[in-house]
């Protein structure tokens, strides 16, 4: 039987990440502007307001006068109001960002990680690099939102279990997201790396990034997929092998258990010294991914191609305007990451802000455990 009033709870949740969601994109607003953004009536907002502002989420910015009529209460974020850690899980090391409610990197550490390490020592790393973290941006514990961890794939976003991470031994149905959540005392959300990295993209670049790539070189090679203004993960939630798409029928055999995929032959023409055959390698990999998305935007990231961008974005941009039929109407941007190696740390941090403020969505209900 329904408790009278039990949903109030959660329509309060909703209506005030809708409009926490809406204020991180402007640098001030009024009533009656969310109002027309969210659908809801000025009255309930009237109370959103309240709400945010006592919770020092929001506060005041003045007044806007227009003519006749009382002049409009402005508001604006209070971006150190909350803050989220972000985790880039590497096969070295981990690197970890804490960011404000405007995503905004305060601070970083690095963690260095044994060979083939395992998920306890995984966990042990990231303990240590968060003491330096905060050690280096001092905030109040109880106003960090989540943990958001991007790591190796294959990876069941749904269920938060890492499945036979690619070149990991120890990495066979783990529950990461439940064991981080227990062990580190935070919510948390676990998402690819690459997936991740097309987050923070597509925060810091806004609307005009409604579909785009997010290519990532590192000791493996993967995509970050977004398309139609969110992440794609697929029917399993594990979109983005693209490394492990096959180039060559009689090549090589992959760590994925294949042959001639992308990244082994990428790989053997790194190892041989020729990066640009490797780059090469990518670029027609590139194409293929823009012949079947036909996204606008192809973002470059990575620690092994940022060693050599000026390589990887020349022959990559070059495959695009010569190779893509009708390159003149299918138009595609081709840059590197701004972000540079905080890319992926940080768009794990930006999906604990989207999942708790922010337009609600199924991500929402994947933060686990811990405390908020």
Same mark, same amino acid.
């Given at each position: 039987?329904?408790?009278?009033?039990?949903?109030?709870?959660?329509?309060?949740?909703?209506?005030?990440?809708?409009?926490?969601?809406?204020?991180?994109?402007?640098?001030?607003?009024?009533?009656?502007?969310?109002?027309?953004?969210?659908?809801?009536?000025?009255?309930?907002?009237?109370?959103?307001?309240?709400?945010?502002?006592?919770?020092?989420?929001?506060?005041?910015?003045?007044?806007?006068?227009?003519?006749?009529?009382?002049?409009?209460?402005?508001?604006?974020?209070?971006?150190?109001?909350?803050?989220?850690?972000?985790?880039?899980?590497?096969?070295?090391?981990?690197?970890?960002?804490?960011?404000?409610?405007?995503?905004?990197?305060?601070?970083?550490?690095?963690?260095?990680?044994?060979?083939?390490?395992?998920?306890?020592?995984?966990?042990?790393?990231?303990?240590?690099?968060?003491?330096?973290?905060?050690?280096?941006?001092?905030?109040?514990?109880?106003?960090?939102?989540?943990?958001?961890?991007?790591?190796?794939?294959?990876?069941?976003?749904?269920?938060?279990?890492?499945?036979?991470?690619?070149?990991?031994?120890?990495?066979?149905?783990?529950?990461?997201?439940?064991?981080?959540? #227990?062990?580190?005392? =935070?919510? &948390?959300?676990? *998402?690819?790396? %690459?997936?991740? /990295?097309?987050?923070?993209? !597509?925060? +810091?670049?806004?609307?005009?990034?409604?579909?785009?790539?997010?290519?990532?070189?590192?000791?493996?090679?993967?995509?970050?997929?977004?398309?139609?203004?969110?992440?794609?993960?697929?029917?399993?939630?594990?979109?983005?092998?693209?490394?492990?798409?096959?180039?060559?029928?009689?090549?090589?055999?992959?760590?994925?258990? #294949?042959?001639?995929? =992308?990244? &082994?032959?990428? *790989?053997?023409? %790194?190892?041989? /010294?020729?990066?640009?055959? !490797?780059? +090469?390698?990518?670029?027609?990999?590139?194409?293929?991914?823009?012949?079947?998305?036909?996204?606008?935007?192809?973002?470059?990231?990575?620690?092994?191609?940022?060693?050599?961008?000026?390589?990887?974005?020349?022959?990559?941009?070059?495959?695009?305007?010569?190779?893509?039929?009708?390159?003149?109407?299918?138009?595609?941007?081709?840059?590197?990451?701004?972000?540079?190696?905080?890319?992926?740390?940080?768009?794990?941090?930006?999906?604990?802000?989207?999942?708790?403020?922010?337009?609600?969505?199924?991500?929402?209900?994947?933060?686990?455990?811990?405390?908020?």
């Amino acid at each position: 039987m329904d408790t009278p009033g039990a949903g109030l709870g959660y329509l309060r949740g909703y209506n005030d990440a809708l409009v926490v969601g809406l204020a991180r994109t402007a640098p001030a607003f009024d009533r009656a502007s969310i109002a027309a953004a969210t659908g809801l009536t000025p009255q309930a907002v009237s109370k959103v307001l309240a709400r945010l502002t006592g919770d020092g989420l929001i506060e005041p910015a003045g007044v806007r006068r227009g003519g006749v009529g009382k002049p409009a209460t402005m508001y604006r974020i209070v971006a150190g109001s909350r803050f989220a850690i972000g985790v880039h899980v590497a096969r070295t090391g981990v690197r970890l960002v804490l960011t404000d409610l405007l995503g905004t990197v305060l601070s970083r550490s690095w963690a260095p990680l044994p060979v083939d390490f395992t998920p306890g020592e995984l966990l042990a790393a990231i303990g240590t690099a968060r003491t330096v973290l905060f050690r280096d941006g001092p905030v109040d514990p109880a106003r960090v939102l989540g943990l958001g961890l991007g790591m190796v794939g294959p990876l069941d976003h749904a269920n938060g279990i890492v499945r036979d991470a690619h070149r990991l031994r120890h990495w066979h149905d783990v529950p990461l997201r439940e064991l981080a959540a #227990r062990e580190l005392g =935070l919510a &948390v959300h676990l *998402d690819k790396d %690459v997936t991740a /990295g097309v987050t923070a993209e !597509a925060w +810091r670049r806004g609307a005009d990034f409604r579909d785009g790539v997010l290519i990532m070189v590192e000791s493996g090679i993967g995509a970050g997929l977004w398309l139609g203004g969110a992440a794609y993960r697929g029917a399993h939630t594990n979109a983005g092998e693209f490394g492990h798409t096959v180039m060559q029928l009689d090549g090589p055999a992959c760590v994925c258990g #294949r042959r001639g995929c =992308l990244e &082994v032959l990428h *790989d053997a023409a %790194v190892a041989r /010294g020729d990066l640009p055959h !490797a780059a +090469r390698l990518l670029a027609v990999g590139v194409v293929n991914l823009l012949q079947t998305t036909d996204v606008g935007h192809v973002v470059l990231a990575g620690a092994d191609l940022l060693r050599h961008r000026d390589v990887y974005l020349a022959a990559i941009a070059a495959a695009v305007r010569l190779e893509v039929p009708r390159a003149d109407w299918l138009t595609v941007d081709v840059s590197v990451s701004a972000l540079g190696s905080d890319v992926i740390a940080a768009g794990a941090a930006m999906q604990v802000l989207n999942a708790v403020y922010g337009r609600p969505s199924p991500d929402s209900a994947l933060l686990g455990g811990g405390r908020q």
